[in-house]
């Protein structure tokens, strides 16, 4: 059992995600405004334009999935849609839950619980 939360924790906790919010729309606004100025306003896969406030739909893809790297030379960006966006996290998602062992590589089962481990001899037991 948790120990209960004061309100002095609630504060401070919500001072820090605030905080972390904070810091990451910054972070975002300055590599955002830096690939706006870098790339044409294109997505890059599927080729549709922006412009005006439709620019809104258009993101700023991290190549590594590392949102703290972030190259001057925007090296590590792509501009792309919301909806290719979307679709590129997905494809790696679904690559992660579909990906197999290598020969020679172990694989960790991805959950060691069984809950069902018992239930035959539940079952044995009741006959």
Known sequence: MSPKKTPADIN?????????????????????????????????????????????????????????????????WELLCLYCHDNEHARYQVADAYSRATPGEERVPPSTHRPFAVLESLLKRKT
Not at 28 to 55: D, H, M, N, T, V
Request: glycine share 6%; with cysteine; aromatic share 6%.
């Open 12 to 76: 401070t906790q919500d001072e820090i995600v605030a905080m972390a919010r904070r810091q990451q729309a910054q972070r975002e606004k300055g590599y955002r405004a830096q690939a706006f100025k870098l790339y044409p306003k294109i997505c890059a896969r599927c080729g549709r334009e922006f412009s005006g406030e439709k620019l809104r739909e258009l993101t700023v893809h991290h190549k590594d999935h590392n949102h703290n790297n972030n190259p001057p030379d925007g090296s590590n």
